[in-house]
């Protein structure tokens, strides 16, 4: 017999030593994977519900603040009551008196030099954002920019109207957001010939999570995984077809 040498018979122990280690790191990056999203989305969410609730607690007579009788803090509240607060304010204005209201604050606003600028960019803003949230951003797209040859991804919003649609001649002209990485929030807004744009089968949100990866987290394919879907179908219909033929097949056998 051949003896093994020294560093032959160590040779499966630090093996099994390196596989147990890399098993370890693979395990923690998995959980690092599942728990670093969830822990900064709580994080995240109990930040804003602090904030919320330092600005709007104050404001809350002491008799109606349960933080002043009750033996703990109740995180939440101050967001709670600037939400009904703020629907009650909506369903208020909704009427004549109320709108009769809005008016005239505007008005004040609007001879008030510095504050009547910054106003009216803000409610411009959230009139958009409120009223045209369900028509915005329903579609992304892929253009040439920088140059030709390179490929960014666009958020579609709508056709471009107004004077943009008077002075630009020829096709329809949509009009796309350019967000940059890894900050989707800031961009370029851009007036494109339809014909330039290549609409994509992804959603909004998929493009984003792409934009904010910048590439690292690419979206599911649809069309893709309806192929694979409809050939697994086709195959298991065939699977199942062959055993009703062999079946069948047996049984005449049996019988003759």
Partial sequence: MIKKSKKQRKRPRGARRRNALRTVYNWFFT??????????????????????????????????????????????????????????????TANLVGKTFLQFGDRILARLPVVSTIYRGLKQIFETAVNQSSQSFKQVGLIQYPRPGLWAIVLIS????????????????????????????????????????KILDMATEDAAKLIISAGLVSPEYQAETERLAAEHDRKMANEMANETSSTTKSGKNAAE
């Fill in 31 to 92: 959980g690092l994977v599942i728990a670093g999203p969830i822990g900064i989305t709580l994080y995240l969410a109990w930040t804003a519900i602090g904030f919320v609730d330092s600005f709007v607690k104050p404001l809350i007579p002491p008799q109606y603040n349960p933080d002043n009788y009750l033996p703990v803090i109740i995180p939440g509240f101050g967001l709670l009551v600037g939400m009904i607060a703020v629907t009650i304010l909506g369903a208020l």
């Fill in 158 to 197: 709508t056709p471009a109207k107004g004077e943009v649609k008077e002075k630009v001649d020829g096709e329809e002209v949509l009009g796309c957001f350019l967000p940059t990485t890894p900050n989707p929030t800031s961009g370029f807004l851009l007036f494109i010939p339809k014909s330039e744009i």
